[in-house]
Every structure is written in C-alpha cells, then in structure tokens.
C-alpha cells in the first residue's frame, strides 16, 4: 500500500463546535471524523496536543515516505500485523497530536489496509471470528449538562435510554424507536437536544415512571422486549462530597447516592446505570454493586466517566470489583491499540463493552465497524437524527451482507 497525502482539517459536529476530521489518501480516500464530548472525563487523554489547528497543521505536514517505510517492513496483510503498524505510526506522532486526531488518524490507516486486503474494516477486525451484533443502547431523553432546560428545569440525570431486545438487530432499531415515539406522547414532549434526545422539565422520577409505563406497553401491546438504563453522569453534580441535585433540590452524601441508586435500580428494574457515583470513586462504584446484589437484583453497573476507555483505570476498576460493564469512546484515549487492548481485559472479566457515540456526533460511522470487529456488546448512539441512525443503518447493512 502506498500512501500519498494525509489531510487533516477542521469540520463542525453536531453542536457546531470544530472537530478534526482526517483523510488518508492511497488509490482512494478513507476518511474519519472525530466526535465531541460535552461532560468529558477528568481522566480523558487531551484531544489535541496544543489545539486543533497544531495537530492539522503536523498531519498535513507529515512526510507520506516515512509513514510508507511502515509498509515495506510490515505489508499488513492480517489484522495482527496491521496493529503493528498502528504501533509504529504511534511511535512517529508521540506527543504531537491529541486524543481526537490519533484516533482519526488510525481509523483512516485502518480503513486502508482493510481495502488493500479487499475488505470492509468490520470484516478486517473480525479475522476468523464470527460476527455478533451488538445490543443498541438509544438515548430517548436528555438531562443534566445534556438537557437544555425546560421552563428553567430538566431532570438531573443525563440520558435516560432504551435498550431494546430483538431477534434482529434491525428489530431492536425498531424496538428502540418505536418505544422513543411512545415516550415522546406521554412525556408531552415538543423539542429535543443536539443528540435527537427528548427534552422535559420532568424530575428522573416522573421521568422513569414515563419509561416503565412504555416498557409495559411494549410488552404487552407489542409483544417486544425492551430495558431501560440511565447515564447519571454523576460527576457532573457531584461538589464538596455531595450529589448535588436541582431538581428537586436536594444533597445526598455517598452513601444516600448509593441508596438512592439501589432503589431507583428496585423501583424501576433498571437494567443499566452508567457512572452512578463520582469518576474518582471506585469504591463507591463497589459498594453499589455490592447493594444491587443484595437486593436481588440484576443491573449493570457501568463505568465512564470512571474508566475513561483507559486500560489502567479499567484494571483498577476491576481490582476495586466496581463495575460490570464499561463504555468504549475512542476519542477518550485516542489510540485504537488502547481501545483494543481496554475491549479485551473486559471481555477476559467477565466486563460487558458498550462502543458509545459523543454528545458531539458527525456523520462519520466507525464505531459501528468496530462494533462488530472488536465484538462489542452493546452499542450506545442516539434514537433519532442523522449523525446518531448513521451508525445504526451502518449495522443495518453490515447485518443485511451476511444474510
Ligand atoms: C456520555 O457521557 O456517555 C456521553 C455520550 O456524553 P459526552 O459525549 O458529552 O461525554
Ligand atoms: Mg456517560
């Protein structure tokens, strides 16, 4: 493979805040964008060395013949060896390029090694493993640093989701929409957030009521199974050791916020409860696994903001016993190596993977592939708009070829 430019430039994501998006060109183009989060990670690598426009600057400066040398050693002609390649190309960038662009940089690499091999990049990833789909987690409501306020109030808890079980994965897309639909009537919803997500002055009770009541009706009318989770993103309203709700007012110390979380899990069979305690709280995160058992319930406990796609943190998370399950952002660590390695000391855990899209989305559909090529569990991306059913048509497609 010979590659002969690298463009990097500055595109707009969903929000309409700049994000990088990287072409890498051989005897075609492959392209990769990056998402944006809004309620990102402490532990988060940086996105960008020093800014956006240093790390375009470095990528459209980077000498192609030093990145084909890469090639002559290493023809990339199976996944393991493609990997190797990532691993020199990082060597190369070292400290020159942020979290954001690595990523994109790597997945148009990717992308094109996947074509010389006269393969789609799932199908490259797969190598002799069979393909299984992932579950989609859809965020239906908005809250927290996601929600927009209605008459000054939104609900403290970030997304409510919908996590849909069928016998296809295009049937759980239906299942997933069609359970948005009901909850938009019965929230009297008008307007949505930048992710497709309903908007509702409602409290996270009045709000999960909303949910178990389309649960039920999905099951009993429709004859469909569908969970329900929410991201707490807990961080966000966590302040002087107190969960600091607004809505209604109200402060919790660790040990109400675990109560409190338990019996909302109890109250509403909650599935899936994402960074329930503060990101720097791993026992906290136990202690509450520890509660969920107690009652006899089963929810999985699933790390964020807490793990932040870090190998390191998900080892300690695992050392701590704190979750049960782990959201996969590419952009928070940037490099494909770390996403690949965090997805397989999960997987040796026993830990569920969630491939997740940013609050910041653009049209761009990777984690879908990877979804499948790193076998991933679960897939959280919005129910509704463009930037977030890409990724779910992407799949739908990838589902249809290997019928
Ligand atoms: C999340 O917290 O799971 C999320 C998608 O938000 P953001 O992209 O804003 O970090
Ligand atoms: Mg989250």
Redesign the pocket.
């Known amino acids: 493979m010979i590659i002969k430019k690298v463009i990097a430039k500055a595109i707009r994501d969903s929000r309409g805040e700049k994000t990088i998006k990287v072409t890498v060109k051989t005897s075609r183009k492959f392209k990769t964008s990056s998402?944006?989060?809004?309620?990102?990670?402490k532990y988060e690598a940086k996105p960008y060395s020093k800014n956006l426009t240093s790390d375009i600057s470095y990528i459209n400066k980077l000498d192609v013949d030093n990145l084909n040398k890469l090639f002559q050693k290493n023809d990339g002609k199976t996944i393991a060896q493609a990997f190797l390649i990532l691993q020199d190309t990082e060597k190369l960038v070292k400290n020159k390029i942020g979290a954001n662009s690595l990523f994109a940089l790597e997945a148009g690499l990717l992308k094109a090694l996947a074509y010389e091999n006269k393969k789609e990049l799932w199908e490259f990833l797969t190598s002799k493993n069979k393909p299984a789909f992932p579950r989609p987690v859809g965020?239906a409501i908005g809250g927290g640093?996601?929600g927009e306020g209605i008459q000054k109030k939104e609900p403290d808890f970030?997304?409510f989701l919908f996590i849909s079980n069928g016998r296809t994965f295009s049937e759980c897309v239906e299942i997933n929409e069609l359970a948005y639909n009901l909850t938009g009537k019965l929230l009297g919803a008008w307007t949505k957030n930048d992710?497709g997500a309903w908007l509702t002055g409602k409290t996270n009770e009045e709000v999960l009521m909303i949910l178990d009541n389309v649960r039920q009706i999905i099951k009993n009318e429709y004859k469909k199974e569908v969970d329900i989770g929410v991201?707490i993103?807990s961080s966000s309203f966590y302040k002087d050791n107190k969960y600091n709700y607004k809505n209604p007012a109200v402060d919790l110390n660790k040990k109400h916020q675990i109560l409190y979380i338990n019996e909302l899990i109890r109250r509403y069979k909650l599935f899936y409860v994402?960074?329930p305690l503060d990101e720097n709280d791993f026992t906290g995160f136990k202690e509450l696994s520890k509660e969920i058992k107690k009652t006899g319930n089963k929810c999985h406990v699933v790390g964020?903001?807490l793990t932040t796609t870090n190998p390191e943190r998900l080892k300690k998370a695992i050392k701590n016993k704190s979750i049960d399950a782990i959201?996969v952002?590419p952009n928070q660590i940037g490099s494909l190596l770390k996403v690949k390695e965090v997805i397989e000391i999960a997987r040796k855990n026993r830990i569920k993977t969630i491939i997740?899209?940013?609050?910041?989305e653009t049209k761009d559909s990777t984690i879908a592939d990877l979804a499948i090529g790193f076998r991933c569990d679960f897939i959280?991306t919005g129910i509704h708009g463009k930037v977030r059913t890409r990724k779910l048509r992407r799949l739908i497609e990838i589902e249809k070829k290997l019928r």
């Open positions: 998402p944006f989060g809004k309620s990102t990670g965020n640093l996601h970030q997304e992710e991201d993103a994402e960074d964020d903001d959201i952002k997740s899209h940013r609050s910041g959280k």
